[in-house]
């Protein structure tokens, strides 16, 4: 009972910023949609857990640019290993997603959608174009964080 009376309480004092960060949070992603295509939705669906990450919880650190882009570019490199190395598919996305995951801990820019990112390129075997696709999108997604972080409240 008293949680459910502190959900309404919560919701009651910060219903506009749900409203107002959630539609952030679309028109960020319509952008970044249209940038990458019908084609690289796999990749979109990591983007679309980053802007979760970066409306719902600007104040955190996996939302800070550094994370944000530091994160997708572990995600990015330890994908792209295994367009060189062959191994059989099971054993690349497992691979790859703990390679992300090192990189991310071993460099402080932990951002756990970016181990998606990593899956994504393998799943995917992503080009150049992708690249340049995907660190758009990150860059608009930090960069609307960082511009409207004075205005953006946490809703978790």
Known sequence: MEYENSIKTKFKKLWMYYII???LAAAALLTIVLILG???MVVASAIGATSF???AMPKSISAQTRNVVGGHI???ISGGIFLAVQLPFAIECAV???IAIFLMVALDVEHPPAAGT???VVINEVNVDTVVAILLAILILSQTR???RHHLRDLV
């Open 21 to 23: 960060q959630s539609a």
């Open 38 to 40: 019908r084609d690289r």
């Open 53 to 55: 990450i970066v409306f």
């Open 74 to 76: 572990a995600g990015l």
């Open 96 to 98: 790859a997603v703990a």
């Open 118 to 120: 990593a899956l994504a």
């Open 146 to 148: 960082y511009y409207l």
